[in-house]
């Protein structure tokens, strides 16, 4: 039996969608049925994303917007709603790695990553969840985290803080919005590769942590996208202020 994914006649916006996780993850939603907003600052890519879904015959329209900026957050998805149906789903996915350990990490490039991962994801939580309480729909909102939101990396000060910081932000915002039937998680992935953020992932890292992970394998967007699907699908309608991690048991060995 299939698990039944209708998304037809639901609107699903999904950001950071002109690359990797988030790319899957509108692709996937638009194989599910969803109308996708593919949100980005990179207006280029995500037009290119947004092309790739209606050559398939899905339904699409790409709006570039940063996620620091809330203002162009929420008329990025006001533009995305209009004449196309109500706001079902957001899969949140733009955001940063730094690398810089906390003796010598500038004030600068803290505020930045905190900007981008956590007040962006701030911004775009609230702009989709004031537009699915107005529809009364209901609603999906799933954050894109990380496995960095339990445990600590070496140099990953300022991630680990954002991506703490956004796991506690999903589970307020699901306690909060419970209430209108809007449901809100997290997705924790561990070592994906083929995207642009894990592309910067060595050769002599893959070869070190790999080996460490119980399944054997780094992940791939696909794998994440398939969570996002299943959260934003009928049959993930009372999963609440839950993070699932999709990290082949990285976490068990806790070598991040
Ligand atoms: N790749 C991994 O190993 C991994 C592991 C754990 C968590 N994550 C998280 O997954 C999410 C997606 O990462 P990815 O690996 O697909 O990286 P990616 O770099 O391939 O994609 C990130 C996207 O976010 C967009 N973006 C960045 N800053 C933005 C801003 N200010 N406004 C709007 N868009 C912005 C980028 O343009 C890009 O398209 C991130 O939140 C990342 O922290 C990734």
Known sequence: MTRDNDGRGKQAVVTGAASGIGRETALRLARDGFS????????????????????????????????RDEAQVASAFSRICEGRGPFFALVH????????????????????????????????DRAAARLMVDAGNGGRIVNIASVHAQAPGRGLAAYDASKGGVWMLTRNLALELAQHQVT??????????????????????????????????????????????????????????????VDGGMLLTAHT
Do not use: K
């Open 184 to 245: 809100v998680n997290a997705i924790g992935p561990g070592l994906i590769v083929h995207t642009t953020l894990g592309g910067g992932t060595s050769e002599e890292y893959l070869d070190r942590t790999v080996p460490t992970i119980p399944l054997g394998r780094a992940g791939e967007p696909s794998d994440v996208a398939g969570v996002a699907s299943f959260l934003c699908s009928p049959d993930g309608a009372y999963v609440t202020g839950s993070m699932i991690y």
């Open 93 to 124: 996915s733009a955001g940063i790695l730094s690398t810089s350990p906390p003796l010598v990490l500038g004030e600068d490039e803290w505020r930045e990553v905190i900007d981008v991962n956590l007040t962006g994801t701030f911004h775009c």
């Open 36 to 67: 996708v907003g593919v949100v980005d600052r990179d207006t280029t890519a995500a037009e290119e994303v947004a092309d790739v879904i209606r050559s398939s015959g899905g339904d699409a329209v790409a709006e570039q917007a940063d996620v």
